[in-house]
């Protein structure tokens, strides 16, 4: 129905039957989380708590962890599994001298093709950024929809 009157404006009633069958499907949400496939995710983070439910999180969306506290443990078990290793998954601010980006900058001379995923909890600009092999930067926290694309985004690039 469309009621009309001049220096009042136009209403407008739209009556629609009922939908019948039951209710309407709905939608599939974008925040699912992506499965991993088995790959082998090298996790470097310094803080206990956080490393520990990274890896579980990372190992329940179906990736095997290889769980360090610090860059140079991370560099050292790289070494050790380099053939198993799928993916670079490290915090970037982490005491002992060895921070994410440099990490990064090492593991790539040694293999310049391995995805890397940053986190950082911190807000500050990352000048020091290794530009050619930057991967994303997550914001801790982040959600589990969000690092299971971000995963799943960075293994399946060409």
């Keep these: 129905?469309?009621?009309s009157a001049p220096g009042e404006g136009t209403e407008i009633r739209i009556r629609l039957p009922e939908a019948s069958g039951g209710a309407a499907e709905e939608a599939e949400p974008d925040d699912r989380p992506l499965a991993g496939r088995g790959e082998t995710i090298l996790l470097v983070e310094d803080?206990?708590?956080l490393r520990a439910l990274t890896s579980e999180v990372v190992t329940s969306l179906g990736y095997r962890v290889i769980a360090t506290p610090d860059g140079r443990e991370a560099l050292r078990r790289y070494r050790e599994a380099a053939?198993?290793?799928?993916l670079l998954l490290t915090d970037?601010?982490?005491p002992g001298g060895l921070?994410?980006?440099?990490?990064?900058?090492?593991?790539?001379?040694?293999?310049a093709d391995l995805p890397i995923v940053y986190m950082s909890g911190h807000t500050r600009s990352f000048d020091g950024a290794p530009q050619d092999i930057l991967g994303p930067v997550l914001q801790?926290?982040?959600?589990?929809?969000?690092?299971?694309?971000?995963l799943r985004r960075q293994l399946d690039r060409g």
């Design 1 to 3: 129905m469309i009621d």
């Design 99 to 111: 921070g994410g980006f440099e990490l990064a900058r090492q593991v790539h001379a040694l293999r």
């Design 83 to 86: 053939d198993r290793v799928d």
């Design 92 to 94: 970037v601010v982490m």
């Design 47 to 49: 803080e206990p708590e």
């Design 140 to 150: 801790k926290p982040c959600s589990v929809a969000n690092l299971s694309r971000t």
